[in-house]
């Protein structure tokens, strides 16, 4: 039978691994070491190829896969009594699987690319750079270009970032399913937003950025030395490898990923990621929104503490207020946990959004 | 100007609130017995199963006090003095000057009128404190959320009669016969928890079928059923006589026979929350000058500017007995409402002449997991009554109750769908047609994404005559 709401209820305060015992410190602990020897060993290149896997980025994805698979069990048997929870799972799965794993592993095989159709400029933040541009086939490089620079923009106001963030992307999709125990870590405290919204749109500036520096270095082909070494040069401390360190590694991997028992699942798509950034912008521009049921609002709490990027849901709910969030992914977790039915994710024209609403039970004399 | 307002539940900090945004240098003192901080009662459920902490059910972040500068005491009120406008304070605290009063003192639970009522390992469920108890029976004592800040800091200022004394514990997380009496909202969530907790509750109703308040027989039938299927073990048309144990409960005696039972929530409904504004009552109480009027239920008498018989004096929420559609006045228990009311209250307090107009009643709810909302009048004996009943079992199970005065729609009660009320309650006040509601029911809609709408058959559903009930008078649907 299909329903709308949380079916059952969950214990999560009085499990430890989801409330910061002990045990959520071993597992943010493991976390983040095997980032580091994933970034910065090579020790995952012998397991890799003893699988037969070309290199420990393969072993990563395929692990990745594995992560998200079971984390999909876990996130359908809390919430997958829903249509929209199955369907947005079984999509977000399904593309990592395909497009991120095995895509990857066969195209070499019959001579193409290890290319990874599911990741957009400026999420993976080389997409755009003429370096990559020019390694690629000319299909495979306009197909980024008019992917990340038309199609995900226009998604976006037409269905909100969700299109991407929710369904599509690696990330999120790790965040929810391996990562939707501990969702309801996210901190949505009015300063977390402050510093979310300094942080996330300071990377996607530095993002922009960096790819600008590199277009410009590779059009005035390396012409000035020192510029071109500034930039797009191999020590460790230029633009472009900098930025690949910082961004791609430290906030994406390490502290992404590892600190997901602590801080929730979202760390990184809520306060560093670049296309988010992005698309949160159209989303706000865009047709996307939460509808809010007049007055059917009890404060109880639930959409807020559950909410993965740390909206505070509750404030718009109990003041009647739908609402558009550029940092909403529209997972659809505030709609599924509210025991009111009061919100609801729509892609509504804005006429029709913001359509009169009626008496107020209070009257002025 | 002195403002003092009696409760920190969602009426009283409302009223503050809108004092405050309107008022800067007004001094607003709130006075609290249950908490420090203004929490959501209506979640205390998921608190206790451990899906939320209390952080989570504070709507607002704790520094309101400080931001609104609001003086907070945390004390029993024990008695009014109208005429020198001071509050009397438990715990021999100095009496609390007014020049303006809002009582917002909410609800307490109705207490079991069966011997035994008083045993160990018998509570409710509404306040902070019986929350604390039902942890400390059911699981040994509070979630990883931990408990609320300072709990136990108005016993210093308490009395012995009051709803938020702790409650003493008899099993110490050792509960497994747990038993629920009453199948009202409050009663179905003590329910849930204790399933949520994998326990299997025995739940006595007295009523012949889960909750005629709000639901007809063939709708409390699947609510039924949904709860036998969690484990729970229904008793329909069973009264309680007796809670039997020596200090501690042992078993629960009915009509029927008695059930071995070591746990029982009594959930009978509450009563507004006024003894401590009766004249005449022995220490610690005090009065003085002309007392509140209070109507037979207990609620402070207003009218609807929700001003009491006294001068200066307003009350709102559960306390409050309001002036309904049919003239006569009852506390209206609700959330929403009493979100409405402290703020029509707040301004009452600045001086405004604002009025709470209560207009089609409407709410939801969600039972076990089973959604539900509800418009208008279902359960009241309409003139004329005829119900057009719809039972949908596909993809999704959902029941359609639409109650007919006449020719005009007058009531939905709908069952496993959700639905936005403002069309429905718009479609009452237009005294739209059967027909027309059915062409138009998509319209009102509220499912998630992705599920299939209802598909509402062309012909053939027979409209019945009068739902039965089993209520006389006048209450409409949604008692706790
Ligand atoms: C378990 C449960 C579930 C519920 N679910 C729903 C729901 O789903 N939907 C819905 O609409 N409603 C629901 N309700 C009802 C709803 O919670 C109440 O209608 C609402 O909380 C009333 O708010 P209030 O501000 O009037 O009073 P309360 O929230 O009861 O606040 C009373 C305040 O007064 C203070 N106080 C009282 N007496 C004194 C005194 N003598 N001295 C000092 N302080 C005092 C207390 O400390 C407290 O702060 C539910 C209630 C319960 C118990
Ligand atoms: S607001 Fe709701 S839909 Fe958006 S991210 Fe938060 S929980 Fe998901
Ligand atoms: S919107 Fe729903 S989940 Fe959020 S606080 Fe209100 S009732 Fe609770």
């Known amino acids: ?365 | 100007m002195r403002v003092v307002i009696i409760g920190n539940g969602v009426a009283g900090i409302e009223a503050a609130i809108t004092v405050r945004n309107r008022e800067p240098t007004w001094s607003v003192t709130i006075v609290s017995e249950e908490s420090d901080h203004f929490f959501s009662r209506t979640a205390l459920m998921w608190v206790h199963t451990g899906q939320l902490s209390h952080a989570c059910i504070e709507p607002h972040e704790r520094d309101l006090y400080a931001r609104m500068g609001f003086e907070r005491v945390r004390a029993r009120a024990v008695g009014l003095d109208t005429a020198a406008r001071r509050v009397f304070l438990a715990g021999g605290l100095a009496p609390l000057p007014y020049d303006r009063l809002l009582i917002a003192a909410g609800s307490r639970p109705r207490p079991g009128p069966w011997p035994g009522a008083d045993l160990r390992g018998v509570g409710h469920f509404v306040t902070h404190q019986d929350l604390a108890w039902l942890e400390a029976e059911v699981h040994g004592g509070p979630s990883r959320g931990g408990p609320p800040p300072r709990p136990d800091a108005h016993l210093s200022a308490t009395a012995d009669d009051s709803p938020y004394r702790p409650r003493p514990v008899a099993a110490r997380g050792g509960a497994r016969a747990p038993a629920v009496i009453g199948g009202g909202l409050i009663g179905i969530e003590a329910v849930e928890v204790l399933v949520a907790a994998g326990l299997r509750p025995t739940f006595f109703i007295r009523e012949d079928w889960f909750w005629p308040m709000a639901l007809d027989p063939r709708e409390s039938a699947w609510i039924a059923e949904r709860m036998g299927e969690h484990g729970v073990d229904v008793r329909l048309g069973e009264n309680v006589e007796a809670l039997v144990g020596d200090d501690r409960l042992q078993r629960v005696r009915t009509d029927r026979g008695e059930v071995d039972c070591d746990l029982c929530v009594v959930a009978i409904g509450v009563v507004p929350n006024t003894d401590w504004l009766r004249a005449d009552r022995g220490e610690p109480y005090r009065s003085g000058g002309q007392p509140v009027k209070l109507d037979a239920r207990g609620g402070v008498e207003v009218d609807e500017g929700l001003t009491s018989s006294v001068d200066g004096v307003f009350a709102a929420g559960d306390c409050a007995s309001v002036p309904w559609y049919d003239g006569v006045r009852r506390p209206e228990q609700l959330w929403y409402t009493a979100r409405d009311q402290g703020r029509v209250a707040g301004r009452r307090l600045c001086g405004d002449t604002a009025l709470y107009a209560r207009g089609v009643w409407y709410n939801s709810a969600k039972l076990m997991d089973v959604e539900y909302t509800t418009a208008g009048l279902v359960s009241v004996g309409v003139p004329d009554e005829r119900n057009w009943f719809y039972e949908e079992r596909g993809a999704v199970r959902s029941t359609t109750r639409i109650v007919l005065s006449g020719e005009r729609v007058v009531g939905f009660n709908l069952l496993g769908r959700r639905w936005d009320h403002e069309v429905l309650v718009r479609w009452i006040e237009e005294h739209r047609s059967l027909d027309y509601v059915l062409a138009h029911l998509t319209e009102a809609s509220f499912d998630t994404e992705l599920v299939p709408p209802l598909e509402v058959p062309a012909r053939g559903v027979e409209l019945d005559g009068p739902a039965p009930t089993v209520i006389d008078g006048g209450m409409p649907a949604m008692v706790v």
């Open chain 1, 1 to 365: 039978m299909d329903q709308q709401g949380q079916n059952g209820l969950m214990r999560t305060f009085r499990e430890p691994w989801r409330s910061r015992g002990a045990l959520a410190y071993v597992v943010a602990a493991l976390l983040t070491g095997f980032y580091v020897v994933l970034y910065w060993t090579e020790w995952l290149t012998p397991a890799a190829v003893a699988l037969g896997l070309r290199s420990k980025w393969l072993l990563y994805g395929a692990l990745y896969s594995v992560a998200m698979v079971g984390g999909a069990a876990y996130y359908l048997r809390h919430h997958g009594n829903s249509r929209y929870n199955r369907v947005r799972i079984a999509v977000n799965v399904g593309v990592q699987v395909a497009l991120a794993f095995l895509l990857p592993l066969i195209m070499p095989l019959f001579g193409g690319p290890e290319a990874y159709l599911s990741y957009f400029w400026p999420l993976s933040y080389d997409k755009l750079w003429p370096s990559t541009l020019s390694s690629l086939p000319v299909y495979l490089a306009l197909y980024f270009i008019v992917g990340s620079l038309l199609v995900a923009p226009l998604l976006a106001y037409r269905y909100g970032k969700r299109w991407y963030c929710s369904w599509v992307c690696g990330c999120g999709g790790l965040a929810n399913t391996f990562g939707d125990p501990w969702r309801h870590l996210t901190a949505s405290s009015t300063r977390s937003w402050r510093f979310e919204k300094v942080s996330v749109h300071t990377v996607m500036f530095v993002a922009v950025l960096t790819t600008f520096l590199l277009v410009l270095d590779a059009a005035t082909d390396g012409a000035t030395g020192t510029f071109h070494w500034l930039v797009a040069g191999g020590q460790w401390w230029s633009v472009k490898q900098l930025y690949g360190l910082v961004v791609g590694a430290i906030l994406a991997g390490v502290v992404g990923v590892g600190f997901y028992p602590l801080f929730g699942p979202r760390l990184w798509c809520r306060n560093f990621c670049p296309m988010a950034a992005m698309l949160g912008l159209f989303q706000k521009l865009g047709r996307f929104r939460i509808a809010v049921k007049k007055d059917m609002c009890i404060s109880c709490g639930n959409c807020t503490t559950y909410c993965e990027m740390g909206i505070d849901v509750r404030s718009y709910a109990q003041s009647n207020q739908s609402f558009t969030r550029a940092a909403c992914v529209g997972c659809g977790m505030c709609a599924h946990v509210c025991p009111r039915g009061v919100l609801r994710l729509e892609n509504a024209p804005r006429e029709q959004a913001d359509k009169a609403r009626v008496r107020l039970p209070v009257v002025d004399l």
